[in-house]
């Protein structure tokens, strides 16, 4: 079922103090829109914040894990792991994934067997680099980025994949994509899906839009038809601008 959700990537910051008081200052703030909220904290503190939250409607996320079940894999996490300690959800392929832990589609489309074989959401991220933008490839990279991870898989596998368009260009350096280029972007994605996958699946998807996501541009960019919530990363670490842009809707 197609949802507004915001969802925020805390990425490689917060110990568990901080973890603690973000939490903290999160179940304060008031919601006034009816999005789905999710905090992704770093892998060590999804027990704490999972008890943490445990009254309330934010659920908690991780964001990664390995595609093997368990065994030798020196410092990695298995999706049993995440699923022991209440998590229900993982971020997949994120773009600092790729760029910094070479995660590449066929080892993402690994990652996403595994994950939903253990019945855990995937919100998998994608999303084109500067040069795609500016040469004009950028629907053919994230069309293949797309297919590459997730097409193996059957139409219903997409009741449980949550869609992110971060285009890189716009992750962390506070330029954001327009809401055209975004609504552009989710358009195309949600062409896709139908081409391969048929109405349904196409318009049952949520699709967010991660990059430079802020309060003061959330509400233009969440108007797109296309556009059904967003991945925040910077501003989803002060509680009054998350729930700025979670109340955006
Ligand atoms: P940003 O990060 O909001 O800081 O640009 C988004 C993301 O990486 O998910």
Not at 70 to 82: D, F, H, Q
Not at 171 to 178: F, K, P, Q
Not at 227 to 243: M, N, P, Q, S, T
């Amino acid at each position: 079922m197609r949802k507004n959700i915001v969802a925020g990537n805390w990425k490689m910051n917060n110990d568990l103090p901080e973890t603690e008081a973000l939490i903290s200052d999160l179940l304060k703030q008031k919601q006034t829109s009816n999005a789905e909220v999710i905090i992704a904290p770093t892998a060590v503190n999804l027990y704490q914040a999972f008890n943490a939250t445990r009254n309330s409607n934010i659920e908690v996320v991780a964001q990664n894990m390995h595609f093997a079940e368990n065994g030798a894999y020196t410092g990695e996490i298995s999706a049993a792991m995440l699923k022991s300690v209440g998590v229900n959800t993982v971020i997949i392929g994120h773009s600092e994934r790729r760029a910094y832990f070479n995660e590449t589609d066929d080892l993402l489309a690994k990652k996403v067997d595994t994950a939903l074989k253990n019945d855990l959401r995937v919100i998998f991220c994608f999303g084109e680099e500067l040069n795609d933008r500016k040469s004009g490839n950028h629907e053919t990279v994230v069309e293949n980025q797309i297919k590459n991870a997730l097409f193996h898989r059957e139409a219903s596998a997409f009741k449980n994949i949550i869609l992110a368009y971060e285009p890189v260009w716009a992750i962390g350096t506070g330029e954001t994509a327009s809401p055209e280029q975004a609504q552009d972007m989710h358009k195309y994605i949600r062409q896709t899906l139908n081409t391969k996958y048929g109405k349904e699946v196409s318009q049952d998807m949520t699709i967010l839009y991660g990059g430079s996501v802020k309060p003061a541009n959330a509400k233009e960019i969440f108007s797109k038809p296309d556009v059904d919530g967003g991945l925040i990363g910077g501003a989803a670490l002060k509680a009054e601008d998350f729930y700025a842009i979670i109340n955006a809707f």
